[in-house]
């Protein structure tokens, strides 16, 4: 599949780092450092903007490493890039830890998956069927 992009910053395109991986990198492309201190959130820009194809969407999500490491996860994890949008590519940044962070440009800051999507029409009935699992939910089945 290709997909339009067009990168501005000096940073290389987003690209799977193993032969098996799902996501892509994105990295932070900064005019100057961002530090997010302890408890907050920030807007960390990339420079990309990408076309993607009716049917699919990218998802944003969390790099594990800073998330064990440093306690920096996406705050809207997963965030959705539809197909429709084509803005810059923003990731939204949580320090969940009891230090402050900073993000240099360069700095690998998520990852991104794209996937196909089916889009739903509801319809609407008085009852659903049933099912072996019923309503059982949050830790029904135990730990």
């Avoid at 690998?108 to 609407?124: D, L």
């Amino acid at each position: 599949m290709i997909v339009n992009i067009v990168n501005h910053s000096d940073n290389s395109l987003p690209a799977y780092e193993t032969l098996f991986s799902a996501g892509m990198d994105l990295k932070a492309f900064l005019k100057e450092d961002v530090t997010i201190c302890k408890g907050q959130r920030a807007l960390i820009t990339t420079g990309l903007f990408m076309e993607l194809a009716e049917g699919f969407e990218a998802q944003v999500r969390p790099r594990s490493g800073l998330a064990i490491k440093h306690g920096i996860t996406v705050l809207n994890a997963p965030g959705t890039i539809d197909s429709d949008y084509r803005g810059e590519i923003c990731v939204i940044l949580i320090n969940l830890s009891e230090v402050d962070y900073t993000i240099k440009s360069g700095d690998r800051i998520a990852q991104m998956v794209v996937s196909r999507h089916e889009r739903i029409e509801w319809k609407q009935v008085a009852e659903l069927s049933s099912s072996a699992r019923g309503e059982g939910g949050f830790g029904h089945t135990g730990i």
